[in-house]
């Protein structure tokens, strides 16, 4: 069945990087986009990247310029690269197949100091 684990996040301060990971199986990875969302207690998810099968990507207004978002193929693994993060990054990242209605359990990220 289709499966997507992520992994990487934790508590950091802010100003640093982060790279999550979102491990998958029980599909053809490299057929699908992938992306990264992000929840807070009382919001909606809100999508923060997406990756195309062939590389092209889009990012919220949010986070472009900090966030960059990739897959290795032959990983079966996307991840997104977070840079300078700042408290209101702090949420929960879930990776999702959207063609596949997939989603990852997710991954909490604070950013405190």
């Known amino acids: 069945q289709v499966q997507l684990v992520e992994s990487g996040g934790g508590l950091v301060q802010p100003g640093v990087s982060v790279r999550l990971s979102c491990a998958a199986s029980g599909f053809t990875f490299s057929n699908y986009a992938m992306r990264w969302y992000r929840q807070t207690p009382g919001k909606e998810r809100e999508l923060v990247a997406t990756?195309?099968?062939?590389?092209?990507?889009n990012y919220a207004e949010s986070v472009k310029g900090r966030f960059t978002i990739s897959r290795d193929n032959a990983r079966n693994t996307a991840y997104l690269q977070m840079n300078s993060l700042k408290p209101e990054d702090t949420a929960g990242y879930y990776c999702r197949v959207l063609a596949l209605g997939a989603w990852g359990q997710g991954t909490q990220v604070t950013v405190s100091s």
């Open positions: 990756i195309t099968t062939s590389g092209n990507t």
